[in-house]
């Protein structure tokens, strides 16, 4: 596993390695985010979204090698160092929600469907929203042919942005066998998500953890 994580920290602009370092003891290792970003609820948050998709990218690794990785704790506010506590067991679990083959297990759904699937798996769902909902400060033209999703959630907690990071690999893996000009796009940084304006009872009731824009085509 200690192999796995060093090749992991080594993609740093994607898996945010500046966030995090771990601590391996015996069979269990730790994740832990530093010092400086847990200061800051939104560096802290994407400090934790980013060990979020560690974990999946480990989940992968591990099935792929016929073994699987149990997560034994997970973050909690009373903790704010140990996000995660994970070793790994040999064969395969029947709860793993490794996202490794998603592609080729849902090759006749649109992708629009499989992101939304693995969403539901991580206690995530969509919600459109129209063009004049859509955030000023994103820096993403609305353009016509791109449908806009608001990712609400039940609670805003460490559990929560974990889930978020583990459901990211997964579409990342998806989105890895896609054309570029089809690939959706996804918002997960705080500022963003704030200036959003909804009439929608759904998303005022929950939290806003992301966005998510879609070719039309992939819908």
């Known amino acids: 596993m200690k192999k796995w994580v060093d090749q992991i920290r080594l993609q740093s602009d994607h898996y945010g390695s500046q966030y995090w370092r771990y601590?391996?003891?015996?069979?269990?290792?730790?994740?832990?985010?530093?010092?400086?970003?847990?200061?800051?609820?939104?560096?802290?948050?994407?400090?934790?979204?980013?060990?979020?998709?560690?974990?999946?990218?480990?989940?992968?690794?591990?099935a792929k090698s016929g073994q699987t990785v149990l997560i034994q704790s997970f973050p909690s506010l009373d903790d704010l160092q140990v996000v995660a506590a994970v070793r790994i067991q040999r064969g395969h679990s029947s709860t793993n929600n490794s996202g490794a083959s998603a592609g080729s297990k849902h090759s006749s759904r649109s992708m629009f469907s499989q992101i939304c699937a693995f969403a539901d798996k991580y206690q995530l769902h969509f919600e459109e929203i129209s063009r004049s909902e859509i955030p000023e400060n994103t820096e993403i033209d609305p353009d016509e042919s791109f449908k806009w999703y608001a990712l609400p959630s039940r609670f805003d907690n460490p559990f929560t942005w974990l889930r978020i990071g583990q459901w990211k690999e997964v579409v990342n893996k998806l989105m890895g066998r896609m054309d570029n000009e089809k690939m959706?796009?996804?918002?997960?940084?705080?500022?963003?998500?704030k200036e959003l304006k909804s009439t929608s009872s759904r998303i005022r009731k929950n939290y806003i953890q992301g966005f998510v824009i879609v070719n039309t085509e992939s819908v």
């Open 23 to 62: 601590h391996h003891s015996g069979t269990v290792m730790e994740l832990i985010v530093d010092t400086p970003y847990r200061k800051n609820q939104s560096e802290y948050r994407k400090a934790i979204i980013h060990v979020g998709m560690v974990l999946q990218a480990l989940s992968d690794m591990a």
């Open 184 to 193: 959706p796009q996804i918002i997960t940084d705080r500022p963003a998500l």
